[in-house]
């Protein structure tokens, strides 16, 4: 996290006497931000379906080092593009993808990049089944999901 344009992708929220950065790309990240603003690390939850965030300790993230997680209840898994398995389900859809479309072998390694190259994207399963890619920002609208993102707290 050292150039302005990363610090640009940071959420802002002002709560009582603190400022909260959230939108990290990891852990580290939200460490080196926290070091450079002389903040704390703390977990943002957005519990209610809108972006209202509130500081909560509910995921564990701090103690997990993980900088993102959504729970929407039993059946549903989301996958963020760091997490393990990303990279295999998003190769399985670009070839269900070419499938459809079909596409020649030029645009398959071209279009490969189209689920990289999204921002931020996250692979939604219901009942361990495909169900949908969305954003970071977009899940926590979504089924009823309570979003966890680490968070970086400075004092105003």
């Known amino acids: ?6 610090h640009e992708k940071l959420s802002k929220y ?3 006497d603190q400022v909260i950065y959230t939108g990290f790309a990891s852990y580290q990240d939200a460490e080196s931000f926290a070091n450079l603003k002389n903040g704390n690390i703390v977990e943002v939850g957005f519990k209610d379906g809108n972006d209202n965030p509130q500081i909560t300790d509910e ?3 701090r103690e997990k080092k993980l900088h993102f997680f959504v729970e929407a209840g039993p059946e549903y898994r989301f996958i ?5 398995g990303f990279r295999d389900y998003a190769d399985e859809l670009m070839k269900i993808k070419s499938k459809l ?10 279009s490969n990049a189209e689920i990289e190259i ?3 994207p996250i692979i ?11 954003s970071r920002e977009r899940s926590k609208y979504l089924k ?4 966890y993102e680490i968070g970086v707290s400075i004092s105003k």
């Open 1 to 6: 996290m050292e150039t302005s344009a990363q």
């Open 14 to 16: 002002t709560l009582d």
């Open 59 to 61: 995921a564990g993230l």
């Open 80 to 84: 963020h593009s760091v997490d393990a």
């Open 101 to 110: 479309v079909g596409y020649s072998p030029e645009e398959k390694y071209i």
């Open 118 to 120: 999204a921002e931020d």
């Open 124 to 134: 939604v399963l219901k009942n361990g089944e495909f169900e949908s890619v969305t």
């Open 144 to 147: 009823h999901a309570k979003v």
